[in-house]
């Protein structure tokens, strides 16, 4: 074999390790951002039946909106409620007293989110949320964590106890009911933000923008959204690659 020539195996595991290594490198920033001071926020709608089931676990999706919650869990009238767990959601509610009644939190215009679960009971559906940092997808689409798991018991936990619980009367007026009775992370025509592109703020949406981060405490670099590409899907396209080129 000639001086310096590497067989493609050793190439392609130095090349798996660099992934690999490249995966983990933000491995306790992401934690860090991600789970301490974790809150469960709340937001029910009605969902047609079609557009609940787009919905799937460990899925990763953009919300390319202002994304209202609620900070206050009661029962549910309507069919779907999204739960979401997250650490950087501004308490809109602290610096605009009206909206106290209604526990109003706000998640900023391109937030990421994974699916830890998808619960039914009683024919109502939680579909519930992680917020995750822009930044950590690749991390997310490999890892699940012993976090998650708890999480998730936790989720379904606060689902068997709310659902036979009367709704929030608040969170059912129509000032309410305009803000929340959406999917997260679809557009108009009920079509998902794509991962590879990232929202053009506006002029007028850049002081919420900048409002919420601050108020959320949410200005790590970390968190700057990205266009991102899965990595499974690239290995998808390199197993093709290889089987052309080796016939297996």
């Given at each position: 074999?000639?001086s310096?020539?590497?067989?493609v195996?050793?190439?392609?595991?130095?090349?798996?390790?660099?992934?690999?290594?490249?995966?983990?490198?933000?491995?306790?920033?992401?934690?860090?951002?991600?789970?301490?001071?974790?809150?469960?926020?709340?937001?029910?709608?009605?969902?047609?039946p079609?557009?609940a089931?787009?919905?799937?676990k460990?899925?990763?999706?953009?919300?390319?909106?202002?994304?209202d919650?609620?900070?206050?869990?009661?029962?549910?009238?309507?069919?779907?409620?999204?739960?979401i767990?997250?650490?950087?959601?501004?308490?809109?509610?602290?610096?605009?007293?009206?909206n106290?009644?209604?526990?109003?939190c706000?998640?900023?215009?391109?937030?990421?989110?994974?699916?830890?679960?998808?619960?039914?009971?009683e024919?109502?559906?939680?579909?519930?949320?992680?917020?995750?940092p822009?930044?950590?997808?690749?991390?997310?689409?490999?890892?699940?964590?012993?976090?998650?798991?708890?999480?998730?018991?936790k989720?379904?936990k606060?689902?068997?106890?709310?659902?036979?619980?009367?709704?929030?009367?608040?969170?059912?007026?129509?000032?309410?009911?305009k803000?929340?009775?959406?999917?997260?992370?679809?557009?108009?025509?009920?079509?998902?933000?794509p991962?590879?592109?990232?929202?053009?703020?506006?002029?007028?949406?850049?002081?919420?923008?900048?409002g919420i981060?601050?108020?959320?405490k949410?200005?790590?670099?970390?968190?700057?959204?990205?266009?991102?590409?899965?990595?499974?899907?690239?290995?998808?396209?390199?197993?093709?690659?290889?089987?052309?080129?080796?016939?297996?």
């Amino acid at each position: 074999m000639p001086s310096g020539f590497k067989p493609v195996s050793e190439k392609i595991t130095k090349l798996m390790n660099e992934i690999e290594n490249s995966l983990f490198e933000n491995n306790e920033e992401i934690t860090n951002w991600t789970y301490p001071g974790a809150t469960l926020y709340y937001k029910d709608c009605d969902l047609k039946p079609s557009v609940a089931e787009k919905f799937t676990k460990d899925q990763l999706i953009r919300n390319g909106f202002f994304l209202d919650v609620s900070a206050r869990g009661g029962g549910i009238k309507f069919n779907t409620r999204f739960l979401i767990a997250s650490a950087k959601a501004a308490k809109l509610y602290k610096v605009n007293p009206d909206n106290e009644r209604f526990g109003h939190c706000c998640l900023n215009l391109d937030s990421y989110f994974k699916v830890l679960d998808i619960y039914k009971l009683e024919g109502k559906t939680q579909i519930f949320l992680l917020h995750i940092p822009a930044k950590s997808l690749n991390f997310f689409e490999s890892v699940t964590s012993n976090w998650d798991e708890d999480f998730i018991k936790k989720a379904r936990k606060s689902f068997d106890d709310k659902i036979h619980m009367e709704p929030i009367s608040d969170l059912l007026e129509p000032f309410w009911l305009k803000r929340t009775n959406f999917p997260v992370g679809m557009d108009a025509s009920e079509r998902f933000y794509p991962l590879t592109s990232v929202s053009t703020i506006t002029k007028n949406e850049q002081p919420l923008y900048n409002g919420i981060k601050n108020l959320a405490k949410d200005n790590s670099d970390i968190n700057i959204p990205t266009p991102f590409f899965s990595r499974q899907n690239r290995k998808s396209k390199e197993r093709g690659f290889w089987k052309k080129l080796f016939g297996k």
